[in-house]
Structure formats: structure tokens, C-alpha cells
């Protein structure tokens, strides 16, 4: 076998760069403990960690309420991946003058190859300090500490690890240069758990292959490499053989990627110019669906991808944006998106942004490869049908706002608003999960078929017209006889039957809130039972005589419909 | 028209196989092909047991009288045949949780939330583009014109759309079928006693040609 000698690379990984942003932004959170989380299937998980909260061992992937618990004083941002990329896009632009072909990956990494720089420098070392000087410039205000670190090797995947060594390694920990050749030695005693991020858009699939050659005992880069690779791929398939090029320090493909076909640029003229990030991107996302289409239709696969403008004063702005595993159409959109963002929004702030709306949009493949496992239905069908759906609700979101439209993930919950999780169109659902499982404290029977997120005010009065009340040991005071509400047919009527009380005591370990039932909740957190007060409530199931069957939420003394069996 | 001769007589199974093919490969379709099937109970009272792509279909009940539940079972149709359906929530108070329990697959049930009533026409017919079932709850004052477009637009594109007036109010527009819920009683509680385990509804399902013969029938609620 004859691996394909990688491209030298220079990978520049600036850490946390979720926390950097949030500090350009809040430039007060300098010294703080930051911790920047992402809402994904489990809540909001931490995505990116301070160093001062890393001290208190705060780190990613935990739930926020933890990382709340392991440190005091943590301060918690919500991510904004435009902005990071906005504030990214500013230390591309100060890498221009060093090379034309940087490449963007995400915020917070970029590589370029050095093959050039190297030589006009006087070597990796120089160029590397260079490039380091440069970085910390951007983004050091003099306050934070600069922590950029810098890799240099044969290929891609070894320089990014090769960011990740630490400075017990040899050096200052923030350079670190792999001599020619050497990658294969280098890359050997790595653990294979590595491999799992080049899986890109499939993270579990990654982690579980990692996991499977553990479990074979192939514990490091260097064990892999060191099998057959006709047996790799026969007994793994072509992940597999992706790892076992890497682990011995081959390219990323096992055929040098081809320059793309010219017809395949994707261009598009706005007319009238877009000024607002929105508008353009409603554009792009229709250029990248052609462009995803006609790599499809030829078979091929892109992974890097050339987003181009032209202003109406004549500017032209390139930049190149690299994803692991293969773009698909969402994530091409969302880097478009998040390049608009840095070229429209931060204008006027320096001079050389765009000056003017945006005239012309291109996409153009930086490099193909031969697809190899996507394929599509063969009668089209199914396939069709989705790609018409997807197409549809897209244009509404562009429409309407990204949140309105939205699938339901029914989750654990006792009151029936409480149960249900929505998510954007477009985002993973995350119900991979099997069903869930059946939930304490909830409303037995059939689920209603109207629900009012925010409680109905309405009248629950016993025989003698007293509201019924219920005390904190989930008594009531009368049997229900009379229901009014807005949200009922003829504004409700006489009780024919009841059931319940069914008393809740949410948030019992914290301090009592004074929040009334009809009032709208505060924010999300609170419309979904997670508000940080306590709170006491009871549900009543009550029957009315014209079959009209509700749940009535009775809460600090004030009764409200919550929902009706439709 | 005689079997292909091509084809020994006793190999039935590979004959239905190259029916399925030729079937998929065809351009036209019978329009019995063109029924989303319903679930039974309900699949009795409807003429060929199902929904016929590019009509409408109208669900109307006084308020709490099992329209929605009924809604859901249609919308059923389209996720059970693998299509999409999606739906237009003017309120937000579509329950969820009871869609999935009578049989909608939620993760190809897409819900429009907070539609204003003046672009409630823009985005019915923007679903009804690429989405084989649609149900729309109706705003109390929809235009006439934007009724017939909307309709019109169902039979263009050859999609099901499940009108859903608010409570009292009737469906101005034409429609296939007319389904009208009056309601039933609840089982399972009384004063004190356990929590409601359901109910069987009582449907009215009236229309136009096939289904002009007004029919009764009950389905059990779920919510």
C-alpha cells in the first residue's frame, strides 16, 4: 500500500472560543468563570468551559444545573454560534496577508497548508510564531491570557492533535511542529477515542466505533496502524478504513482529492442587494440545496466549500470553510449563514467590511471526492417526498421565524404542557431515546387534545359558590359543582363529575414564588414547569353535564383551565 | 388483458412483484390508488374507506366534543402511508401528546405555531405545496377568496386538507366530506372516583357524491 503523502498543515486552535466571544461581547466577564452552554437533546449542556471555571471542574458535556452546583459564581452564557463566527472571521481576515488559502473548520479552529509560508518564513517554527503573534493580537485585550496553540505536521488530522499536546510534551505547550515523516510515530500513542470526532455529522457513531475497537483492544492510533488495511476494511467497512488511514498518518481520502468541475459553482444574483443577514441566507440556502443536488446527481462529495460575495460597490469577499465527514446541505447553510453574519452585521466597524448590500452569492466546492455512502432512494419516493416536505417548511421558517415551526417530542412531565418538548424544524430531535418511561405524578387516561400553555383563567366554585380551594396536604375544601371558563362552550356550567385533587409540589426545595395561574409565564423555563421558584398546584379532572371534559389547575387560590379533552 | 406469457402460470409471487414495479413506475394512478386508508373504526363511515387525495375535509363540533380527536385520526392516515403532514396551530393549543396517541408519527407532523389570521392563507397554501395532509384550524373570519384558493390549491397539488373551524363555527369553503363530533359521554369517572379512561364519540360524516348519504358512526376518543 502507497498512502498518500498529506499536505503539510498549520491547524491554529484558539480553545473555548464560545467563552472568548462571550467575553468580547461582556467584556466584564474577563476574570469570571465562564461557562457557555448549547441547548441539545438532554437541556442545556455545557459546550465550552473558562479556565477559571476548568479549575473547578467544571467541563463539557455536563448539565448546567451541575456545572452550577460544581462552582460557585459561574456565570452561564447561552452560545451564539453567528457571533462566534463573526469574531472568527476577524482573525481569518488578519491571516490574510500570510496566506490567501486559509481554511475555516469552526469557530475557534482554521487551518492552511504551509508548504508556501514555511519557506518565505524560514521554516515551520517561524511561521508558527508568526501566526501565534498574529492570532493573540486579534484577540487579546489585554486582559485575558492568550491561550491560541498552534500544530504543524503532515495532514490535517495530526496537526489538530498535535494543538492538543501539552506543554509536558517539550516547548511552551503552545507550538507544537511534527518533523516530515514523523506523523506516523507521532500520531501512535494516541488513544483511538481521537477518531471519533472525523465521524463529523454522526458524533455517535463515532464514539461507538472508538468504543468497539477498545473493546477489540486496540487501544491506541498505533495499534490500528498497525493491522493490515485489506483486513481493516473488510472487518469495519469504510469508516474503518478512513481510521486506519489516518492512524498511519495517511490523507484524509484514499484518492487525492480532484479540483471540482467548474460547471459546479452555484451562483446567485440578489436583486434588490440584501442588507440583512436573513435575506441572504434565504438565498444561500437555495443555492446550497443546487449545489448538494448536482454533487449528488455526479456522485461526488464536498468538503470544503468556497463561500463568495460581491457587494454593490464592487467588494469581493472569499472564504473557505472545511467540515469534517462530508457537507450536507444544513451544515453548508449554516456556515454561509454564519459568514454572512460577519460580513453584514459587523459593518462599519472596520473599514474593509462590505460597504454595501450584498449583490452576488457563489458557492463554489473547493475539492470533491467520489461519495461513497450516500446514496438515494432508488424509485425516489420517500426520499422525494421528504426533500418537498423539507423544502416547504424551510421557506415558512424563512417566512415566519426559525422557532414557529416546530415537531413535538413528547417527554416526562405531570401536567400535559409541561410533557411536551418542541423543536425547531431543521434541529436534531434527539429522540433516539426509547419511549419514555411512564412518569409519577402524572394525569392517568387519555392525553387532552387541547392545551393551553398558559393557563385560561376560570371560576371552580362549590355548591354554595365558594372557590374551592386545596391546602397543602392536597385536601380540598368542597366537592367542585360549577366550572367557568372563557375556553369552554358556553363559558362551562354545572360539574356532572370530578376527579382529584392531584397536588404538585414543584421546586419544593426552593423558594416559594407568588405566581398566579392566568398570568403568562415569564419565559420558557417557567411555561415548562422549570421555573426556579417553588410552586404548589393542584390539577382537577372535572366533567361537565354536556360532556365537556377539562383540567383545571388550581394555584395560589386561583383557578385556571390548562386543558380540555377535545 | 391476458398474463404475460413470458412468465410461467404458478409463479403468482413474481407476478405481484412486477405489478408493484409497473405500479410505481407508472404515471397514472387509479384514483382508488389515491386513498390515504383511515384506521378503522372510522374507515366504515368514509366511501372507500379513506381520504381521497385533493379534497377537503372539514371537522366541526360545538367545542370539546372530540373534533380534534377526530383531526388527529385523519392526520393518522397521511404518517400511517409514510407521507407528511403538518398542521397550522393558531392558538398553540394542539395537544401534542394526544396526536401521538392516536397514531400520528410526530416527528413527520410538523406544527405551524402563532400564525397571525392575515398570513393564516399564505401558509396553508405554502403546506399544501409539499405536504400530502394539512390540517388548518380555520380563523373565525377567513375571506371567502382565500377559502377557494385554498381549496384550489389542495386539488392542484393533489394534497388532503383537514379544515378545522373553530369551535361553533362551520367551514365556509366546499368540502368532500363533512365530519361533525357530537360528543358522548365519559367513562371511568364520577364524583371523587377514578380519572376519565374515554369515550366513544358520535361522528356525522356528510358530503358529496359517494358520501352524500349522511352516515352516523362512533369512534373511540382518546382525548
Given amino acids: 500500500m502507497n498512502p498518500v503523502i498529506p499536505e503539510r498543515t498549520l491547524v491554529c486552535w484558539c480553545p473555548a472560543w464560545a467563552v472568548s466571544t462571550a467575553r468580547r461581547t461582556d467584556p466584564s466577564l474577563a476574570s469570571a468563570p465562564v461557562a457557555v452552554v448549547e441547548r441539545g437533546a438532554r437541556g442545556l449542556v455545557v459546550c465550552a468551559v473558562s479556565r477559571e471555571a476548568r479549575a473547578e471542574d467544571v467541563v463539557i458535556g455536563i448539565r448546567r444545573r451541575e456545572a452550577e452546583a460544581r462552582c460557585a459564581g459561574l456565570v452561564v452564557v447561552e452560545r451564539d454560534p453567528a457571533a462566534e463566527a463573526r469574531a472568527f472571521e476577524a482573525v481569518a481576515r488578519a491571516l490574510e496577508p500570510i496566506t490567501p488559502a486559509v481554511v475555516l473548520e469552526r469557530p475557534g479552529v482554521l487551518s492552511f497548508p504551509t508548504r508556501g509560508p514555511s519557506r518565505y518564513f524560514g521554516g515551520d517554527e517561524q511561521l508558527a510564531a508568526r501566526v501565534l503573534e498574529i492570532v493573540d493580537g486579534q484577540i487579546v485585550d489585554g486582559q485575558v491570557a492568550p491561550d491560541a496553540r498552534i500544530g504543524i505536521a503532515d495532514g490535517a488530522f495530526a496537526a489538530r492533535l498535535a494543538t492538543r499536546t501539552t506543554a509536558q510534551d517539550g516547548g511552551d505547550g503552545r507550538v507544537t511542529v511534527v518533523v516530515p515523516g514523523a506523523t506516523a510515530t507521532f500520531l501512535a500513542p494516541w488513544p483511538v477515542a481521537v477518531l471519533g470526532q472525523t465521524f463529523g455529522d454522526r458524533p455517535d457513531e463515532g464514539a461507538a466505533f472508538a468504543d468497539l475497537l477498545r473493546r477489540l483492544g486496540l487501544r491506541t492510533l498505533g495499534d490500528l496502524a498497525a493491522l493490515p488495511a485489506p483486513s481493516v476494511l473488510g472487518r469495519f467497512g469504510l469508516d474503518g478504513a478512513h481510521a486506519h488511514r489516518l492512524a498511519s498518518g495517511g490523507g484524509e481520502h484514499a484518492a487525492p482529492p480532484a479540483p471540482p468541475p467548474p460547471d459546479l459553482v452555484e451562483t446567485c444574483e440578489l436583486d434588490p442587494p440584501a442588507t440583512r443577514v436573513d435575506e441572504a441566507a434565504f438565498a444561500a440556502k437555495s443555492l446550497a440545496d443546487r449545489l448538494i443536488e448536482r454533487l449528488d446527481e455526479l456522485g461526488l462529495a464536498c468538503d470544503r466549500v468556497i463561500v463568495e460575495a460581491e457587494t454593490e460597490h464592487g467588494e469581493r469577499h472569499t472564504r473557505c470553510w472545511r467540515h469534517e465527514g462530508g457537507l450536507t446541505a444544513t451544515a453548508l447553510v449554516a456556515r454561509v449563514r454564519w459568514q454572512l453574519d460577519a460580513w453584514l452585521v459587523d459593518r462599519g466597524e472596520r473599514d474593509e467590511e462590505a460597504t454595501g448590500g450584498l449583490m452576488l452569492l457563489r458557492l463554489a466546492p473547493d475539492r470533491v471526492v467520489p461519495a461513497t455512502t450516500r446514496q438515494l432512494g432508488f424509485w425516489g419516493g420517500d426520499v422525494a417526498a421528504h426533500d418537498l416536505a423539507a423544502r416547504v417548511l424551510a421557506r415558512l421558517q424563512g417566512m415566519l421565524g426559525h422557532d414557529t415551526v416546530a415537531t413535538a417530542v413528547v417527554g416526562g412531565g405531570r401536567a400535559p404542557s409541561e410533557r411536551i418538548r418542541w423543536v425547531p424544524w431543521g434541529e436534531p430531535r434527539g429522540d433516539a431515546q426509547p419511549a419514555p418511561a411512564p412518569w409519577p405524578g402524572a394525569i392517568p387516561g387519555p392525553a387532552p387534545a387541547r392545551v393551553h400553555t398558559d393557563p385560561v383563567p376560570a371560576e371552580l366554585l362549590d355548591e354554595r359558590g365558594e372557590p374551592v380551594r386545596v391546602s397543602g396536604r392536597g385536601e380540598a375544601s368542597a366537592a367542585p359543582a360549577v366550572l367557568r371558563c372563557a375556553a369552554l362552550p358556553d363559558g362551562g356550567g354545572p360539574v356532572a363529575a370530578w376527579a382529584g385533587p392531584w397536588p404538585h409540589d414543584l421546586r419544593w426545595w426552593q423558594a416559594a414564588s407568588g405566581r398566579e395561574p392566568g398570568t403568562p409565564a415569564r419565559s420558557e423555563r417557567d411555561r415548562r414547569g422549570e421555573s426556579a421558584t417553588r410552586r404548589r398546584r393542584a390539577l382537577w379532572q372535572v366533567v361537565l353535564r354536556d360532556d365537556v371534559a377539562c383540567l383545571v389547575v388550581v394555584e395560589g387560590g386561583r383557578a385556571a383551565v390548562e386543558a380540555v379533552y377535545d | ?223
Avoid: Q, Y
Wanted: with cysteine.
Fill in chain 2, 1 to 223: 388483458m391476458t398474463a404475460a406469457p413470458a412468465l410461467p402460470r404458478r409463479d403468482a409471487e413474481a407476478r405481484a412483484r412486477l405489478r408493484e414495479v409497473a405500479g410505481r413506475a407508472r404515471p397514472l394512478t387509479l384514483s382508488r390508488e389515491r386513498l390515504l386508508p383511515v384506521a378503522e373504526p372510522l374507515a366504515e363511515l368514509l366511501p372507500g374507506g379513506g381520504l381521497r387525495r385533493g379534497t377537503v375535509v372539514s371537522v366541526e363540533g360545538r367545542g370539546a366534543t372530540g373534533a380534534t380527536s377526530l383531526a388527529w385520526t385523519l392526520a393518522a392516515a397521511a404518517t400511517d402511508a409514510g407521507e407528511w403532514a403538518a398542521a397550522v396551530d393558531l392558538h398553540g393549543t394542539l395537544g401534542m401528546e394526544s396526536a401521538a396517541a392516536s397514531g400520528v408519527a410526530l416527528e413527520r407532523f410538523p406544527v405551524v405555531r402563532g400564525v397571525t389570521p392575515d398570513r393564516w392563507a399564505t401558509v396553508v397554501a405554502a403546506l399544501l405545496d409539499g405536504i400530502t395532509l394539512v390540517l388548518a384550524e380555520v380563523p373565525r373570519h377567513a375571506r371567502a377568496g382565500d377559502v377557494r384558493r385554498i381549496v384550489a390549491r389542495a386539488r392542484e397539488r393533489d394534497a388532503v386538507l383537514v379544515a378545522l373551524p373553530t369551535p361553533g363555527a362551520t367551514w365556509s369553503g366546499e368540502a368532500a366530506l363533512r365530519f361533525v363530533s357530537e360528543g358522548g359521554a365519559w367513562h371511568g369517572i364520577a364524583c371523587g372516583a377514578g380519572p376519565v379512561t374515554g369515550r366513544a364519540v358520535r361522528v356525522r360524516v356528510g358530503g358529496r357524491g359517494e358520501a352524500a348519504r349522511h352516515r352516523v358512526g362512533a369512534l373511540a376518543d382518546t382525548g
